[in-house]
């Protein structure tokens, strides 16, 4: 699982800081996760191919997470694009890019297709064999939703060594890996269990942001291995937070202990602050395990 900031500030876009925009490759997919302005030329910069992201996951429609998502649409469509692509988000956000594709008179020539979120509950928005993504409701000042995508448990894998160990035949090997049990030289059967080895442990991130410090999602997010919660302020400025509906790194950090995560990763910064080294101590003060998101920085987890 690997996760490339492409944005990671709050509000405005500056010299050397791009507002939110993130891309997780995991399991084979791609998935664009919010689009600030400035994400395509961020996917250039950082060598993503355009051609992957079939699917594009909203949290809000705060500009700052959107803004980009009109352009990118419209590059799509002059590199040629024929795949579908899907947009999850907010209600309205059908109705947004379409009138900007609308007034340009310029309709893609590829499937676009919304799927547009209500729900204040969690709510399954993809699944195939290998992966799952559903919404995480967050507490902001317009509806938003995080995302937890999960892979889905492998099939156990052939153990050869095994195999040879008890005698059983290759031509056995495809019914072992279908789970059936197998049969040694000497007629005896062997536990599929015994021919097999586990399969990695399935992985899981959750994207939380834009938020006010919510308990309540504890239990949806628990033992993930990784969690992006924004911080956009210090305690210093905890005051700020009720205004705006925002997190400081304090409280990013007591949701990451509650839910017992692999990693927190911070983020979604107030550009007010000389460095982001200060969001790392505080939340650092309540959980250990705490890296920095920053522009281009990828993690593998
Ligand atoms: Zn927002």
């Not at 919510?214 to 305690?235: C, G, M, Q, R």
């Amino acid at each position: 699982m690997r996760l490339t900031i492409l944005g990671c500030y709050a509000a405005t876009p500056r010299t050397f800081t791009n507002p939110t925009s993130q891309v997780l490759e995991i399991q084979n997919h791609l998935f664009l996760i919010d689009c600030g302005e400035g994400t395509q030329v961020q996917l250039r910069k950082y060598r993503v191919k355009f051609s992957r992201i079939k699917h594009i996951f909203i949290s809000h429609l705060h500009g700052d997470h959107f803004f980009g998502l009109p352009g990118l649409i419209s590059t799509f469509r002059l590199l040629g694009r024929e795949n579908e692509l899907h947009i999850y988000g907010p209600k309205g956000i059908k109705e947004a890019i379409t009138l900007f594709l609308k007034l340009g008179d310029s309709w893609t020539n590829f499937p676009l297709i919304f799927h547009e979120i209500e729900s204040k509950e969690t709510t399954l928005l993809f699944e195939d064999d290998r992966v799952s993504v559903h919404t995480i409701p967050l507490d902001h000042r317009v509806y938003t939703n995080g995302f937890l995508f999960r892979e889905k448990e492998a099939p156990r894998t052939l153990d050869v060594e095994a195999a040879k160990h008890f005698g059983v035949d290759k031509s056995q090997y495809i019914n072992i890996k279908d789970g059936a049990d197998g049969i040694s030289k000497n007629g005896e059967m062997v536990p599929n269990v015994k021919l097999t080895l586990d399969p990695p442990k399935p992985k899981s991130y959750a994207y939380c942001s834009d938020t006010a410090y919510k308990e309540s999602i504890v239990p949806l997010i628990a033992n993930v291995d990784a969690l992006y919660h924004e911080s956009t302020f210090l305690d210093s400025e905890a005051h700020l937070c009720a205004k705006t509906k925002h997190s400081t790194a304090k409280q990013a950090a007591q949701i990451a202990q509650q839910a017992k995560v692999g990693t927190l990763v911070l983020g979604h910064y107030s550009t007010r602050y000389k460095s982001i080294e200060l969001f790392k101590e505080e939340a650092q003060e309540v959980f250990s395990h705490v890296e920095l998101a920053d522009d281009g920085k990828v993690f593998e987890f």
